[in-house]
């Protein structure tokens, strides 16, 4: 890949609401594709796009141009392999055109003026007409002045004859040095229409690097380590997985990640072998926007619309956020596992709720609550502790770890810590599952009670 030269600011918007992403060029197809997909560019559409900055050429982030993310990053690769003379004459010849043309400058025109620089004849250190009149007499640029005597020279407006050969040139002044142009360019490299092959967007794909970092078209992957061998396999599942998905699952699967925060290639494929447990909503960047989609879903399809423009619901949209258990992501908005995005359903903080009672379990003769529900570290009472339960491909309990990614079987809470070994997790043998023990309690109600008097129950299975 060659080094980032353009850095782009993007914007679309979709139903009222307005979306941002930036952008360093050159990128991939999948960097490309992604950016669309956190700005919700559906069917070929394309998104506004500036200039923020540019490391060759600073130049471009004060010039309006125009252009689609290929043609912006076809430019960013142009500009990537230029050498120093030849940035400098771009740097003129951009400059030129924007005296031209100060409104918009295209990416079009933009990238056909990064070929055939070296054309470009240069004359330092001259920065007017007079001073372009003396180097032509001097020089023999021009050919009448070449035939004259050299008395008739000295008689000669350096000036005129400057103005003269600038217009005959096709050239300008830029920073004390002459530019002539001539037929610059003298043939389009893009017509508008189709790219070069050379500079469409590299395509992403799945490797895993030289330090064991993976590179994919999935960004969040790129963070993870291959620390086992094995797991190259589960990368390739991964990337067969992908190629079949459609755009709106790539999306959801995207947000599922960001969201769950998987730490290893296992963790990130079993995610993506259970997305039919989640549930996503496109269209909702924000609680107020989450709002009005969940009030929509519910009021009479004669309500009028136009009244939600004018409330206030970011209020109303971080309360629904909470009770539905949704969870904000560049992509949207993504359930938990097993959790709906429009339905009210259990939060973690009616977890202390003198009303709600569990179900008593003994795990690894330590006796806890069973939540069906997943809570998170922070969110379990003060001297209690929290495992989550884990269930293989016949439904059957297997596992107790710290946090189970996918899978999810349920929380386990405790009055005292669960030693799990070197490994951090315990796995269940049929005389080490799990046992419901036929008692149901209160949080309040456990962290009161000494659990002597409870005994064992019938074996737990799902």
């Known amino acids: 890949m060659s080094p980032k030269t353009l850095s782009l600011e993007l914007y679309h918007s979709v139903k009222g609401e307005g979306y941002y992403a930036d952008l360093l060029l050159p990128a991939t197809d999948a960097e490309i594709t992604d950016a669309k997909h956190k700005l919700r560019c559906v069917f070929g559409e394309e998104p506004s796009a500036d200039i923020i900055s540019c490391t060759t050429v600073p130049m471009l982030a004060d010039i309006n141009t125009e252009g689609t993310l290929t043609e912006y990053n076809a430019l960013a690769k142009r500009l990537s392999v230029l050498n120093s003379e030849e940035l400098r004459v771009f740097r003129a010849v ?14 079009k025109n933009l990238i056909n003026m990064t070929y055939e620089l070296d054309s470009i004849s240069i004359a330092q250190n001259i920065g007017n007409d007079e001073q372009l009149g003396a180097l032509v007499i001097e020089t023999g640029m021009n050919d009448t002045v070449l035939k004259l005597p050299d008395e008739a020279l000295e008689l000669l407006d350096k000036k005129i004859i400057g103005a003269i050969q600038r217009v005959n040139d096709n050239g300008f002044f830029y920073r004390d040095s002459y530019f002539a142009l001539g037929d610059f360019p003298s043939k389009l490299i893009y017509d508008g229409v189709t790219l070069p092959d050379e500079l469409m967007p590299d395509h992403a794909t799945f490797e895993i690097s030289k330090d ?23 990368l390739e599942r991964i990337e067969a997985k992908w190629t079949e998905m459609n755009a709106g699952e790539q999306i959801a699967f995207k947000a599922a990640l960001e969201a769950e925060h998987p730490d290893n290639v296992r963790a990130c494929m079993l995610l993506m072998y259970n997305m039919d447990k989640y549930e996503f909503c496109y269209h909702a960047p924000t609680p107020e926007a989450f709002a009005k989609e969940y009030l929509l879903k519910y009021l009479p399809e004669n309500f009028d619309r136009k009244l939600l423009e004018t409330a206030n619901l970011c209020a109303l949209g971080n309360a629904l956020m909470d009770r539905t258990c949704a969870r904000a992501t560049e992509y949207g908005l ?16 009616d977890l202390m709720h003198d009303t709600f009672e569990y179900d008593v379990i003994e795990v690894c003769d330590k006796k806890g609550l ?13 001297g209690h502790y929290k495992y989550d339960l ?18 999810h079987a349920g929380t386990v809470i405790t009055k005292e810590p669960i030693d799990l070994g070197d490994d951090g997790e315990i796995h269940f043998t049929e005389d080490t599952s799990p046992n419901f023990l036929g008692e149901s309690m209160t949080v309040k109600e456990f962290a009161e009670s000494d659990m002597s008097d409870l005994s064992d129950g019938m074996e737990m299975s799902l």
């Open 94 to 107: 951009v400059a030129r055109k924007m005296a031209d043309e100060p409104e918009y400058v295209s990416v």
């Open 212 to 234: 064991n970092t993976v590179i994919s078209p999935i960004p969040y992957l790129d963070s993870i380590k291959i620390t086992n061998p094995k797991h190259a396999v589960f």
């Open 334 to 349: 993504i359930s938990t596992e097993g959790g709906s995005i429009f339905n009210i359903e259990f939060t973690p903080a």
């Open 370 to 382: 069973f939540l069906i529900q997943r809570i998170k570290t922070e969110e379990v009472p003060e």
């Open 390 to 407: 884990q269930y293989d491909e016949d439904g059957y309990i297997c596992a107790l770890k710290p946090f189970v990614y996918a899978e």
